[in-house]
């Protein structure tokens, strides 16, 4: 996990930040796995880098590296709420590297139609750090981590402790188109 969390990759970017959400085992579980689409997915990130086409496979979707192919991303979602008339979705991001593995998490919704670079997929990174300090405690009064140093992580222990503080963090924001423009900016 130690290598995982270095990176602390954050779902479809494969770069680096500086605090994120990032567990040892998967929180969303097959019951509770669910496809945005019916096939492929795009998510398309800062304007110089290239696409990601998400294939679908089994209860979620598989994404190469645009930059190094052996480098992959497992995705799964799970409903998390209904915002301004669009489901937004918690995504789980599998990260292997050199056998060790990790989950780290972020919001996704669908586009209406696919914008102008063919993206049918929108993301939004989730940042630990965005939550205050009462809702740290909480959150670690309820059995979450929060680890600061180099790279500041909070990891959950479970998928309810995830969605309260995420909808505690960001509910009354993610309704609105800004935001969402706003965070896929800070990739």
């Known amino acids: 996990m130690k290598k995982i969390r270095q990176f602390c990759i954050l779902p479809l970017a494969l770069v680096s930040v500086s605090a994120c959400f990032l567990t040892e085992t998967s929180l969303i579980d097959a019951g509770q796995a669910v496809l945005p689409m019916d096939g492929d997915m795009v998510v398309c990130l800062r304007d110089e880098d290239p696409c990601l086409d998400l294939k679908r496979q089994a209860d979620g979707y598989f994404a190469q590296s645009p930059?190094?192919?052996?480098?992959?991303?497992?995705?799964?979602?799970?409903?998390?709420?209904?915002?301004?008339?669009?489901?937004?979705?918690?995504?789980?991001?599998?990260?292997?590297?050199?056998?060790?593995?990790?989950?780290?998490?972020?919001?996704?919704?669908?586009?209406?139609?696919?914008?102008?670079?063919?993206?049918?997929?929108?993301?939004?990174?989730?940042?630990?750090?965005?939550?205050?300090?009462?809702?740290?405690?909480?959150?670690?009064?309820?059995?979450?981590?929060?680890?600061?140093?180099?790279?500041t992580s909070c990891a959950p222990v479970s998928l309810t402790q995830m969605k309260g503080l995420v909808l505690t963090m960001h509910g009354k924001d993610i309704a609105k188109d800004a935001w969402w423009v706003e965070r896929a900016n800070e990739f």
């Open 67 to 151: 930059d190094d192919p052996a480098d992959t991303i497992t995705l799964r979602f799970t409903p998390l709420t209904q915002s301004a008339g669009k489901q937004v979705f918690l995504a789980e991001a599998e990260l292997t590297e050199d056998e060790e593995t990790g989950f780290t998490y972020g919001l996704a919704r669908r586009f209406s139609t696919p914008n102008d670079r063919g993206a049918t997929l929108e993301i939004a990174p989730l940042d630990c750090e965005d939550a205050d300090e009462d809702m740290l405690s909480q959150f670690e009064a309820e059995g979450g981590t929060v680890e600061v140093g180099k790279i």
